[in-house]
């Protein structure tokens, strides 16, 4: 059973960076849209990010929540078969439980802000605290 992992949350002062990855055992990443997700403590998950399938038409396709525009990039390796998500500029708020997801039909697309919902597999979270 593909299984899917986040790695590379911990601390960091404001204006920080942080690099988180996504890993899968068990079935090759480039095969599913990956999203991901961040949530904070009393609130609800939201989508900040998403990349497309590279065997998708929508291939290339990404999208950045507003909050995380400018400051958030995704990116797959292929060779390593993980997909990041660096975060520079980070703030207070983006303290949070970032989760990594995965659906193999779902498409990214910059004006599609991705929906639990809609993807079939996560990842278990990883921690992410930005405070001085």
């Known amino acids: 059973q593909v299984q899917f992992v986040e790695s590379g949350g911990g601390s960091v002062q404001p204006g920080g960076s942080l690099r988180l990855s996504c890993a899968a055992s068990?079935?090759?990443?480039?095969?599913?849209?990956i999203g991901w997700f961040r949530q904070a403590p009393g609130k609800e998950r939201e989508g900040i990010a998403c990349?497309?399938?590279?065997?998708?038409?929508?291939?290339?396709?990404?999208f950045y929540a507003d909050s995380v525009k400018g400051r958030f990039s995704v990116s797959r390796d292929n060779v390593a078969n993980t997909v990041e998500l660096q975060m520079n500029s980070l703030e207070p708020e983006d303290t949070a439980v970032y989760y990594c997801a995965a659906d193999l039909t779902y498409y990214c697309s910059s004006d599609l802000r991705p929906k639990t919902y809609e993807f079939e597999f996560w990842g278990q979270g990883t921690q992410v605290t930005v405070s001085s």
């Open positions: 990349i497309s399938s590279t065997e998708s038409r929508y291939y290339g396709g990404t």
């Open positions: 068990g079935s090759v990443l480039d095969q599913y849209a």
